[in-house]
């Protein structure tokens, strides 16, 4: 588990604004699971994160002052950048922002978690109105909005998350059919099987771990597996060996993939459309939690591996 003292905060000299730059001010910085797999020099589709240099990542920000003419200082802007309160970037690495957006949004909903849970669900979950779809890490970012995702397709929504407060905005704001307090169940394949009578169709992994152990062994014939994330594994410097699931997808004709949310770049428009007329209908409910402070950041991520949130985890600057 990484620790707040294993971040540094550190003053540096704003460099000159060079021609064609935008000096920004942060306003919010994404806090995500994935950083956690860019803390280790493991082969992945991202590079690791080098060691005395900043952190990047989602980062929405205000310019404050432009040497660039299609830029102006109160243009809001989005891009991958380094975790800093102030800098000065080049246009190239960012978005201009549309300003009646609540703009934490653009982390969000409308932004990458949001896609990963619409691309995810619809394009390997294959939702079929009347099955069963079971979420874990339902109260999340991602989770929050597949569960409501799932439910708009008329399937029965099972979601999975870490604590009372969770199950009852699961229950009571999103309308899933049923929640599992992973934490209160002694024996999570009976849990499974006891809220999910009929066998589990789609399971939406954000977790991995025993917990998808216990629903792998619920599934359904042609049942399909949508592995999104692993966070329970991400911390650990060996991963615990569990039940290898091959043979239960062999009897089972299951399906179970992977994928990363930026394979689906060149349909991003789509996703970032439909997800906003959801949101606009009223069709889509939305929860961030926001922590405020820049010297809180390094906490802010850790509390992603201590269920800290609902919804989206993001800090204001
Ligand atoms: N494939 C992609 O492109 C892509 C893109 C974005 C995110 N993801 C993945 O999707 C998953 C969710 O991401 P997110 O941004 O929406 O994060 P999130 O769900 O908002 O936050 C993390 C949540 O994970 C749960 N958790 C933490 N440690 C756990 C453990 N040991 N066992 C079970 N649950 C644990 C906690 O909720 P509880 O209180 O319920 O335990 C925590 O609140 C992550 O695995 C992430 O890596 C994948």
Redesign the pocket.
Known sequence: MPLVTDFEISEIDLPELNEGEILLKSLFISV???MRGRMTNAKSYIPPFAIGKPIDGGVVAEVIESRNPDFAAGDAVLGHLPWKEIQAVNTGNVTKLDKKVPLSYYLGILG??GL?AYF?LLEIGKPIAGETVVV????????TVVCQIAKMKGCRVVA????DE?KAYLKDALKVDAVLN?NKEKNCKAAIARTCPEGVDIYFD??G?E?SDAVLYNINKNARIVL?????LLNHMEIPVGPRPQQILVKRSALMQ?????DYTTRFNEGIQQLAQWLGEGKLAYRETIVKGFENLPETFIG??????I???LVEI
């Open positions: 995500d699971p994935y990458l978690t990963t995810g874990s890490g339902a109260a999340g970012a991602v989770g999975i998350a870490g604590s969770k992973y954000n977790v771990g917990i999104c994330g692993q966070i329970s992977g994928f990363i949310v930026t992603l591996f201590k269920g800290k949130n919804g989206k985890l």
